[in-house]
Structure formats: C-alpha cells, structure tokens
C-alpha cells in the first residue's frame, strides 16, 4: 500500500516536471521572439537617428514602445522561465522587488505611449476644418515633452510598488497575491494603499484604453468617409489594388484589436486568479502566456506594412556599403 502511495505520488511529480519543462520552453522561445522583435527594430531606429539626426513623431513614439514592451518582456519573462524550470533560488527579495518594479514600469509605459500613437494617428488624420486643427501644430512638440514626463513620473509612482511586494519564500500573511511562481506582488487591506493603487494605476489604464478605443474608432470613420469621397479614382487606375486607406484602417484595426484583446483577457485572468484562494496550474500559466502576447506581438502587428521592409532593404543597403 505504502509502495503504491509513493509510485503514484512520484509519476505525479514526474507529470508535473514535464509540464513545466514544456511550459519553460514556451515562455523561453516567447521571450525570445519578443526580443528579436522589439530589439531588431529598436536598433533599426537608432541607425535611423544616426543617420538622419532625428526621428519623426510616429517613430519617436513606436521607439518608446518597444522600449516599454522589451522591459515587459525582459521582466516578466524572467520570473516566469525561472518559475516554470524551479530556479527559486535565482532572486534574493531586492532582486525580485526590482523585476517587478521594471514590469510594471514597462507594462505602464507600454499602455500610455500605444494610446498616444493611436490619438497621434487620429489627430494627423483629422479634417483640416475639424477642432482638431491646432493640436496638429502642437502634436509633435506636445510628444516629444510628454513621452520623457511620462516615464519620469511613472518611474516615481513605482517606487511604491516595491514596498508592498515580497518574494515567496520570506512572505507572511499577505492578504491578495498575483502569482509570478517566486516573487509576486501583494496589497494589504489598507484604504489608503487600496486608493493609491486605483488612482496610480487601474484608473489610468482604464482611461488610456477608452482613448485608445475612441481615437481608433474616429480614424475609422474618417478613413472610410475618405475612401468612399475617392473610390472612383481608386476604381479607374488600380482596382485590384488595395487603397491607402483601406491598408491604414486594417492597422488601425490589427493594433486595437491586438492591445485590447491580450490586455483585456490578461486583465480578467488576473482578476479570477486574485479572487481565487487555490487557483489552478493551467490557469497562471496561461495568464502568463497571455500576459505576454501584446509586447511580444506588438512590433510585428504594428509595423508589418510599413517598418518591417524599410529595417530589412536598410540592413541589405548597409551590407552592399560594406
């Protein structure tokens, strides 16, 4: 009987083992296409820089994205390949506190700067005679002093993100907990923290994606009234060509629906884990996953009609220079 009991309770562990193998394979081979992603066009735009001495206003905002989408990545990748292969041992408290500083700093920072190229795209796409129009003389100046603030404010909204975050092993009666296998973050039942979380950081995310819908939608709206206003021209010289507009909308479409369909189920996910007292393997691990699908994808969905081509004939030009 005793035999039995241990046989079955090491094919268990055994099953368990496997999957987290498997699981650490996952995260790893995503982390590592994220970072190729954002990595590879974050030093296309440098060379751009370098080359030209300046950025437009579009570029200068996807840099800080995937800036903010490689510290995700970087962050939470981390914590969760080292969970899935049982590297507990690979943080101290300080060294978990910091990887969940940056994750939150990249996961805010990602949010904010993918609203203002979507409200960007709508004001430089707006109807000259529209109230739209004095924002367009300002947008480029307005961007390049909001991006720095923004990071330079979160940066110091975080700092108290760490005091109430402890790595697992030396945690004691923490009241909610997102689990991230060996550090994870918790809040007490503390009105004042429980308001500062909300104002800092669910109340933002909240309002920067209902921007983000709006701003997507009313480029929609008037991209379409512009492709019907000039669907002759587009008949009589190219009809099995697709329209400017037409590609601008599917982008338009392709990033909002990305942003809000990762970010919306991580958020519920999220949510079901903190409200769950015992809450199952596949369901963190899926999260994590999730979780990770925006930054991972971004560069791709975001930049597939326009930068993708440009970074690759760059890097052929380069090579015949050389």
Sequence with gaps: MF??????????????????????????????????????LLLYYLLLYYNEGTLKTIDFILTHIFIANSLIILSKGMLQVTGAFEWNQFFNDFGCKLILYILRLGRSMS???????????AITISPRKSCWKDLMVKNPRFTGFSIPLCWILYMIMNLIFPVYTSTRRNSKNMTQKRSFEFCYSSLDHDTIVESLYMVFWVL?????????????????????????????????????????????????????????????????????????????????????IISMCFPTLGPFVMNHDATVPRLHFSWIRNIKIL
């Design 3 to 40: 035999v039995h009991c241990n046989n079955k309770e090491n094919g268990l562990n055994d099953r368990m083992e496997s999957r987290n193998i498997a699981l650490g394979v996952v995260l790893s081979l995503q982390s590592i296409l994220g970072i190729l992603g954002n990595f590879s």
């Design 204 to 288: 933002p995310e909240v309002l920067f994606s209902v921007l983000l819908v709006s701003s997507s939608s009313f480029m929609i709206i008037v991209l379409y009234g512009h492709k019907k206003r000039v669907q002759h021209i587009h008949s009589s010289h190219s009809s099995h060509r697709t329209s400017p507009e037409s590609k601008a909308t599917q982008n338009i479409l392709a990033l909002v629906c990305t942003f809000l369909t990762f970010y919306s189920l991580s958020s519920i996910l999220q949510g079901c884990i903190a409200l769950s007292h015992n809450p199952s393997w596949w369901l963190i691990n899926t999260t994590a």
């Design 111 to 121: 949010i904010t700067t993918t609203c203002l190229l979507s409200v960007f795209q």
